[in-house]
């Protein structure tokens, strides 16, 4: 076959199966062939699926026998070990759930498997989703296949990783504070992090609930689309995902953006970003202009807080999530048989304490401090009521525009071990990101150009609460322009 | 200065020696950081909990079948039939 079914996108995937010009197990072979090839040096994947190929072959029975296949059918999907897999380990990056296999899937997996997916296997991620660049996995750091010597970003590195080296054609990612949004920017793809409440957080493991939202992470708009659509939508099983109606963002896309307002907040410009980043935003809202948008000026002065709330409200939040990994019922638990421990007490802090790893011990301690007795006022309802006032500030915005662009990180992909012995320079990494997860936006990252040393640089759009479709459409805009989404990393040819 | 270790002590978590000198000193440069939202006006406002309007939506309280013992004790680092054993404490 002359075609590299590889190089396929999801749309395209699903169309041929369902027509019976491919069938699901090829598809699944050829993907299965390139995580066999590639992963041992990537670390994509903390697990593989052994069972993808077989649930292939069920998808063309299915189709043969004029069955519905589903919207997703035979497409395959790696899915951030963040979550719960039925009988698939499931580690969230970390020593304390090593061994961990889920009895039940998370509502996101039961979702994207009713509608004929293939999961491929479990992305390598940062312990427990803390982190932007995978190398605080317990399970080693995840490359880029942009550039070997890169982090893919993070914490849904392997996810980006996975779809970046054609070892999945769509990744399942989370985002607290822009872990799906900086990945997807460092490795060249589409990545959408929901309105707050758009997608189940069922089963998926808790970092700071009030924060996170899975998505999905492709190589084109029209596949996160396609996705989003599958895993959207009320779950009675989470009381805060929203009964709102689930648009057909895939079929309504339109590059045609007469009449939108495109808002260029200044504080998003003003300090530490490369020249490279700043022409590919310039060069995106260009774009966006001759595709008849009307660009407004605007300020959102509380942005320059929004790093130290998003670290006081994730910290505080993860603290308490964080308190039921205990080694009791399941996790891991420390090695008592040569020395006892003296008291409960010590039980629970050498498991955990043996569990965790120092990122994720990091965040807990200043968790714990914000929340503990005389210090809750000062830090942690203060944090709640500046965020309050930020997000008032997007309500504001929105009535002034449609949807905002802005940088998605200040820079590119940085090198392995470049920034992980210094944790608040790496914060500062989520500047652009974490006002939409204070918010409770949707944002996304679409792939805008590369920097002088072939890095990827993407572009971030936000739009106002279960607006999806008008950033969707900006994207969509930029990507039928700048023409980039055949590009393959150099480091897989 | 942020007393690490009795906050360790409150989260149930050992540090190392080497994870208790370094967390002081970077948390007490995260609280320094977050002092500068201190200037940030926020009287009377009430706190942002949670990012999107929602009102508290009730089910009918009827039971379900979710899972097996057997499976719920699946994950479970050791046992001792249907109960969680854990190493002797006193």
Known sequence: ????????????????VKRRELTAEIVATKFKGQIEKHNAHVNAFITVNDNAVERAREMDRKISNGENAG?????????????????????????????FVPTYSATVVERLEAEGAIVMGKANQDEFAM???????????????????????????????????????????????GSIRQPANFCHLVGVKPTYGRVSRYGIVAFASSLDQAG????????????????????????????????????????NLRGMKVGMPKEYFDRGISDD????VMRSADILKSQGAELVELSLPLTKFAVPIYYLVATCEASSNLARYDGVR????????????????????????????????????LGTYALSSGYYDAYYK??????????????EAFKKCDVILSPASPTTAFKIGERIDNPLEMYLNDIYTTSANLAGIPGMSVPGGFSREKLPIGVQLLAAHFEEQKMLNAAFAIEENLKLTAEVPHELH | MIDVQSVAHLARLALTADEESAFAAQLNSVVQRFSEVEAVDTHGVVPLITPTDMTLVFREDKKQAFQSAEEAMKNAPERSGNLFRVPPVV
């Open chain 1, 382 to 395: 203060k944090a709640c009521q500046v965020r309050r006032l930020l997000r008032q500030d997007f309500i």
């Open chain 1, 71 to 99: 919207r997703l059918a035979g497409a395959p999907v790696a899915i951030k070990d963040m979550l719960c897999t039925k009988g698939l380990r499931t580690t969230a990056g970390s020593k304390m759930l090593h061994n």
């Open chain 1, 1 to 16: 076959m002359s075609e590299n079914i590889l190089e396929l996108d999801l749309a395209s995937i699903v169309e041929r």
């Open chain 1, 216 to 255: 999905p992470m492709t190589r084109t708009v029209r596949d996160a689309a396609l996705v989003l659509e599958v895993i959207s939508g009320r779950d009675e099983r989470d009381t805060t995902s929203a009964t709102k109606a689930v648009p057909a963002w895939g079929q309504n896309l339109s590059s």
């Open chain 1, 330 to 365: 399941y996790g891991y638990r420390a090695d008592f048989s040569t020395q006892a421990a003296a008291d409960l007490e010590e039980f629970y802090s050498r498991n955990r304490g043996e569990g965790f790893g120092s990122e994720v011990k990091r965040r807990i301690v």
């Open chain 1, 131 to 177: 982190g932007s660049s995978t190398e605080t996995s317990y399970f080693g750091a995840c490359r880029n296949p942009w550039n070997f010597s890169y982090v893919p970003g993070g914490s849904s590195g392997g996810s980006a990783a996975a779809v970046a080296a054609r070892m999945s054609v769509a990744a399942i990612g989370t985002d607290t504070g």
């Open chain 1, 277 to 280: 980043v700043r022409a590919v």
